[in-house]
């Protein structure tokens, strides 16, 4: 694909600096069509950030949408993806995948998956911009500036009962906390930090804190409990967010596992469902992790919103004195 885009995009030139030629637009482009290429260009960007691309890579995807015509043949990756791309924001309301609907055109297994990943974020983003659409919420998920007192209200009202029953239930193993609280959780001496951003950091992200956990003095037989919540709440991000981070930190009462995310957020009408039914699953949800978490960690604690989530593993320090 770089051979191609190279070929499309870059002129030829003497000296060693890349110069960079964006695709020409149409002669006549309206709002909408302007507005639709846009969102052709931003899923095609994602599939090429997913496919690891570099990111001139997947910034000339999007340009490219622009000008990017539904051609018969479609032998490189580069028509496949932005083809993709066109046929979602065509049918992204209908719940047959795009993949189904063309299945003349091959694809490998590696672009098959990031495609797939990537129709599920679409229609997911399609389904909340429908919900706030009937809440009168904008595509933030905020109501409108007239509104936003009442509605604020609201919705704090109904967290807080959320929380409180949630809390209960779980016999204050699981907290929903604010994003203002997650930094108090944060404090302390900082062990680890860990990028995520691909599979090889999840295995990273196990074998530094089973150093760090030795390093504590943690029982053994509580490691290998926590190592394996924590790979559950790592890999996650990378199922339902672009990126994240895993810090271990610890203080006088207890050591911390700190998983951040910039993906969706969990929905709050679904975590009854989540926290409390072992087994429940979504494309969007943990499936057995929340179920898994509070029985390896004496307390989950969750912080979500649409830009992002937090979920907090404590190990209380007192199990490894014992």
């Not at 000296?15 to 964006?22: A, C, N, R, Y």
């Not at 904008?138 to 109501?143: A, I, M, N, V």
């Not at 037989?221 to 967010?241: D, F, Q, Y």
Request: charged share 30%.
């Amino acid at each position: 694909m770089k051979h191609f885009i190279d070929k499309m995009f870059r002129p030829s030139h003497k000296d060693s600096k890349t110069q960079s030629v964006f695709p020409s637009l149409p002669a006549h482009l309206t709002k909408r069509d302007a507005q639709q290429r846009a969102l052709v260009g931003w899923i095609a960007r994602r599939v090429g950030q997913l496919l690891t691309l570099e990111v001139e890579e997947s910034d000339f995807l999007f340009y490219a949408a622009f000008s990017y015509q539904s051609k018969d043949d479609k032998k490189n990756e580069f028509d496949k993806i932005l083809y993709f791309a066109e046929r979602l924001v065509r049918y992204g309301a209908t719940h047959k995948s795009v993949l189904e609907k063309a299945p003349d055109i091959m694809v490998t297994p590696t672009l098959e998956n990031c495609l797939t990943k990537v129709e599920e974020e679409y229609r997911g983003d399609l389904s909340r911009d429908r919900e706030y659409q009937i809440s009168g919420r904008d595509d933030r998920g905020h109501p409108p500036f007239a509104a936003q007192t009442k509605e604020d209200d609201w919705n704090k009202r109904v967290w807080q009962v959320y929380r409180d029953v949630i809390f209960a239930a779980t016999q204050k193993k699981f907290l929903l906390i604010t994003n203002q609280e997650v930094d108090s959780y944060r404090r302390g001496n900082v062990h680890l930090e860990v990028e995520i951003k691909e599979r090889a950091d999840i295995t990273k992200c196990r074998e530094d804190a089973n150093h760090v956990f030795l390093k504590l003095g943690c029982a053994p037989s509580s490691i290998m409990g926590r190592l394996l919540v924590i790979s559950e709440a790592v890999t996650n991000i990378l199922k339902h967010a672009e990126h994240g981070k895993m810090m271990l930190v610890d203080d006088d009462h207890s050591t911390r596992a700190v998983i951040q995310d910039k993906g969706p957020g969990f929905s709050i009408t679904d975590l009854p469902n989540t926290t409390l039914l072992a087994g429940y699953s979504t494309k969007k949800s943990l499936g057995q992790g929340f179920t898994l978490m509070m029985k390896m960690s004496d307390q989950v604690l969750l912080a979500t919103s649409p830009e992002g989530s937090t979920i907090i593993l404590v190990f209380n320090k007192k199990q490894d004195k014992e």
